[in-house]
C-alpha cells in the first residue's frame, strides 16, 4: 500500500498557517468518555505551528495529562529554538527576548546575555534506536539514545557577528528528557492514526498506556528513530503512515526543512482489515 501521508509543506521559515480541521470525533481519544465536555485537539501542538486539529477530541483531564508532556518539551528543550524562530504562543509574556551565551573572547570564558534573534539558535533533537518491535531486542527501561545532531539554522549569520565581536568560540547547553519527547512523538503518531483510521478501527493502540502514564517504563519498544544519517527534506512537518499487517507504523519529521532524524513509531493494530484502505 502507498503511505497515507499529511505534509506541510507551505513555509520554510515563515511559520504562518492555517489551521486545518481534520475531522470532528466525539469522544475523547485518550479514555474514550463522551460525556464530558471535548476539546480540540493538536496533533502537533499549536506552540509549534502545528495544523492539523481533530475536533472534539479530548476530555479535560486528558488534555491536562498531554499538555503537561508538551510543555516539557516546549518551554524546556525546544524553548529557545520556538523563541528564534518566533513561532506563534499564546503566552507572549513567558517568551524569552534574551539568553544567555558562554563565549570565550581573547583567551577568557565571559557570559554574554544577547537578543534572541542574535543568538546561535539552534536545534539538537534526539536520535533514539529503532523501536524494539521492529528489531526484536529487548527494551528494559526507557529509550536508549543513539546521537543529538546539531543545527544552526543562522549559523552563518550569528557566528559571522560574533567573530566582529572578538568571539573565538561559544557554548550551546541543553537538555532534553529524552522519555517525555518519546512520549511526545507517541501523542502525534496516535492523533494522526486516529484521524485516518477512526477511534473504533484501532483494536489497540500500544502506544495509548504510555501517553497517559508517565510510569509506564519501557517507551522504546514503540517509539524510536529510523538512525540513517539526519537530512533536510522538502516539507516543515511530515507524516507517513505505512501498514504491516495490521500494524500501523508511522515516520514523523519534524521541522523537516532542516538536516533533522526522522522518528518511528509503532502506533497500534487496526480491528477490522474490511474497513482499511
Ligand atoms: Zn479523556
Redo the contacts with the bound molecule.
Keep these: 500500500m502507498r503511505p497515507y501521508t499529511l505534509h506541510l509543506s507551505n513555509f520554510r521559515y515563515n511559520l504562518t498557517v492555517k489551521t486545518i480541521k481534520l475531522a470532528n470525533i466525539g469522544k475523547?481519544?485518550?479514555?474514550?468518555?463522551s460525556s464530558?465536555p471535548l476539546q480540540t485537539e493538536h496533533i502537533i501542538p499549536y506552540a509549534l505551528n502545528g495544523p492539523w486539529i481533530l475536533r472534539r477530541a479530548?476530555?479535560?483531564?486528558?488534555?491536562a495529562i498531554t499538555s503537561s508532556i508538551e510543555l516539557i518539551i516546549l518551554r524546556g528543550s525546544l524553548n529557545l529554538f520556538r523563541a528564534g524562530l518566533d513561532f506563534q504562543t499564546r503566552r507572549k509574556e513567558l517568551r524569552p527576548t534574551t539568553w544567555t551565551l558562554p563565549v570565550t573572547r581573547d583567551g577568557t570564558e565571559e557570559i554574554w546575555t544577547i537578543p534572541t534573534t542574535e543568538y546561535p539558535v539552534f536545534l539538537d533533537l534526539p536520535v533514539y534506536e529503532l523501536p524494539a518491535h521492529q528489531t526484536g531486542k529487548t527494551i528494559e527501561r526507557g529509550i536508549n539514545y543513539v546521537a543529538h545532531p546539531l543545527v544552526i539554522p543562522n549559523f552563518q549569520s550569528v557566528s559571522e557577528a560574533l567573530k566582529n565581536r572578538g568571539v573565538t568560540s561559544f557554548t550551546l547547553k541543553n537538555t532534553w528528557e529524552p522519555h517525555a519527547f518519546a512520549r511526545f512523538l507517541a501523542k502525534v503518531a496516535y492523533g494522526f492514526a486516529v484521524s485516518f483510521y477512526g477511534l473504533d478501527n484501532l483494536q489497540e493502540a500500544y502506544v495509548l498506556p504510555y501517553i497517559l502514564d508517565e510510569n509506564q517504563s519501557d517507551i522504546g519498544r514503540y517509539v524510536g528513530s529510523d538512525t540513517t544519517k539526519p537530512h533536510e527534506g522538502k516539507h516543515f512537518y511530515e507524516i507517513d503512515l505505512f501498514r504491516r499487517g495490521l500494524e500501523i507504523i508511522e515516520r514523523i519529521r519534524l521541522f523537516g526543512t532542516l538536516p533533522v532524524p526522522d522518528y518511528i513509531v509503532v502506533v497500534g493494530r487496526l480491528r477490522d482489515p474490511k474497513n482499511v484502505v
Excluded: F, G, Q, V
Design positions: 475523547c481519544i485518550y479514555c474514550l468518555t464530558h479530548t476530555c479535560e483531564k486528558c488534555a
